[in-house]
């Protein structure tokens, strides 16, 4: 398998101004016609020193039966192309601008690859990002050939009566024999992977939205007959990021019209098709019946994301794949952005930081670790990465850190103001930044420089793998109140990368008092004047200071401290201001004064997580250390009664650390991971809690419950709490929860009825059993919520786990080609520790067999699905050898190139790990 590369990026050799496709849709089939109108670069043929032409020109191409191909009207020789497998060669093309010509035929119907266009449930659809046009007609099929499209769909009236795609319908009307079609115009230039056709039956919910300059835009979303009641939420969800952009970013929408459909079959969340975006079913269904607030705040932020994506993404796009963070990292911290905030900056910003650590932290140590821009890959499918999304975001939001709100935004205007209409690199965006902070950094007067960097620097974060580690040693001397800080970077290896350079980290401190008063971060040197707070955001810690490490190596002194015995508590990477893991041993007591005290929200929640990880990790060794657990009851105990903390806040500071951190904790202690004893141990630890808290959780279960009907979003931190208190109580064996669990599967909240099926589920009990027939009987008919109940069961950790996921993917309301299904079921059986993990090895050859099977049909999801085994090596030797067996054999099976990447790197030597 070959390599793309980052450094083989060149200019294309011909130009492409316009793509003008004609589609018919059949019964059994689909005919594509295409025009593209060519002309040479000549930007292409000054950098290779060549003449004014002939270059040969590659169309790529797969999957697609070749019936014409012409070029100015003359058909073309066959000796004048060369047809492959992957695409035809033009071997000596016009030196002038020309015009080629093109039908295929296509077979949309067994497409199960979900690429290009396929049919899903009676309905046409396409998925053309990242290289999925090439699968519709032969095109160069590049992100950096920008063409205006035209399109003509023809199609049955009576089995297609809606024809969707790009820009504005400019007429539309009956053909013979039942047909009829449409033509769409898109007039903003695109690269192919934006185009987007839609075909069937399908019903529409429809509003106009006034833009903040006053144009009026028509606003649709459609889906499956039936389903219109569950759109409101998707469209109210819509208006809001439209006008969240105006406000924030200036950026107004452009066209007159903004399309989403909803589809049940989809590889990904959700794609930004230029006007036409469209989504997996399970993020548009929605309401607080059928969706948990979870979902709803899912919704709201994905129908965000990929509205974001008209300017970032689309009117900007990217050069090529190399830049894929270019739109989704920003994308995301503007997507993030916007959640905070619309629904509070510390509780978004802590459950995003768990899912960075609990993904992307995972990704960034093992062996499909890659950097932010990767300089290589064989199938850009497989770098659709938490790394490209979670991690591109974070470096985005080290930037908006840096730089402060004003300047930050004036580097966004520049960027997009510069690359308006074009295709751009990373090196743009960081450019344009740094441009925007030379010209604060001039204007400033006094030169307060401490958070001055160098953005040469600072891109390393887009070029270095790997979480870098901040070590930290302390000497406190309480005789003058000083605290000297010893600091110093390093980053591990990853796979082609042994050693790593210091990187640009800001991070955010605070000191706090023994009486957990904030004190002031006074620097050596500095008089206390100003030693005052920076203008930091105002829903962060009190005196928080942002220091900026760039050195491998850091000493700093805090002076002007209490002279007291005990230093203050040290609350570091505030905000989570950089992606990085600190190493530095606190007490037990400094982690306890911390949770109870720190200002900071989010190093409030991180305290307790350290705590909550030093419990678990002691239990899963069989020694469970009774006092920290009882000074980890206590806190608890506290916060729950805390009546100025949020409902919400007290269920995010009490929820345990989730199973990849767990093992990453372990293996930080030394230890090999064990994943099913870690899996026990958390249960038990929170049986405990339970028990410890009784009073109080069920006191406070009481309080959440009047809250219980609001609808969302109010109410959703009271049914969390509730849904925790369940857990807990229930692991003790309260049988009026469990009783309260279980009834909750009919009530009228899918958020308290999932909550319900979450606290049984670790229990083998009849309560368990009679909540998930309830819930399957309920819901049987509505695939995307079923999808919850297929991961629910596939993650029972109790009986014998292999053969209930065999049952499941037996069962007749499974769908093999709906991916939401196969990962419920498959995704459910990696998290079922006890089973996937079993000793016996079992569980790896039944993901192993499953997957092969799967990557016949759909290579994308078989591949994601296969980084399962990527930690392999980090495990004990008789689990690292179970798993290797399973990964060795399917290596041996005839595997796509997606999943063989997966595979040969997992397997790959030059791993760490
Ligand atoms: N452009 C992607 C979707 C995509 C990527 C589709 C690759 C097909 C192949 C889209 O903008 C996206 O990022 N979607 C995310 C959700 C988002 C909120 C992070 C997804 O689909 O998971
Ligand atoms: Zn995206």
Redesign the pocket.
Known sequence: MSSVRLADYRPAPYLLSRTDLTVRLYGDHALVEAQLRFAPNPAANEADGAGASGEPLWLAGIALTLESLQIDGLTLASEAYALESEGLMIKAPPAAPFVLQSRVRIEPHSNTTLEGLYVSGGLFTT????E?FRRITFHPDRPDLLSRFRVRIEAEHSSCPVLLSNGNCIDSGPLDQGRHYAIWDDPFPKPSYLFALVAGVLEERRELFTTASGRSVQLRLHVEPGDLTYTEHAMASLRRAMRWDEQRYGLEYDLDEYNIVAVRH???????NKSLNIF?SK?VLADHEIATDEELE?IE??I???YF?NWT?NRITCRDWFQLSL??GL??FR?QSFTSDLHGAAINRIENVSILRNTQFREDSGPTAHPVQPDAYQAI?NF?TTTI?EKGSEVIRMLHTLLGEETFMRGMTLYVSRHDGSAATCDDFVRAMEDAATLAWDEAQESSDSCRFDFAQFKRWYHQAGTPVLQIQRNWDGSCGELELHIRQHTPPTPGQPHKQAVVIPLVLGLVGQGGEPLPVQLEGEDPETAQEQDLPPSWGRRSRLLVIDQPEVQLRLCGLPKQHHPPALSLLRQFSAPIKLDLGRPVAELVHLLAHDSDPLARWDAGQLLLKRAVLARSQGQHDAQLEEELGDAFGRILNDPSLSQASKALLLSLPGQPELEDAAQQAGHKPDPPALFAAAQSLRQRLGQALATTLLQQLEACQTEWTQSWPHGQGDRRLSGLIWAWRSAAGDAAVIAQARAAVDGASMTLARYGLAALQHHDRPERQAASEAFYARWQHRPVILDSWFALEASAPFGDGLARVQRLLEHPRYDPNAPNSVRAVLGGLAGNAPVFHAADGNGYRFMARQIADLDGRNP?TASRLAKVFSRWRSYGTERAAQMHSALSTLAQAELSANTGEVVQQCLAEDNHG
Request: charged content about 25%; glycine content about 10%.
């Open positions: 998925q053309c990002e990242a999925g989809f590889n990904m969340g959700a794609m930004e997996n993020l899912r932020s994905v965000a994301h990929e994506h993404g739109k989704e994308t995301v997507d499918d659709y999304y994308i």
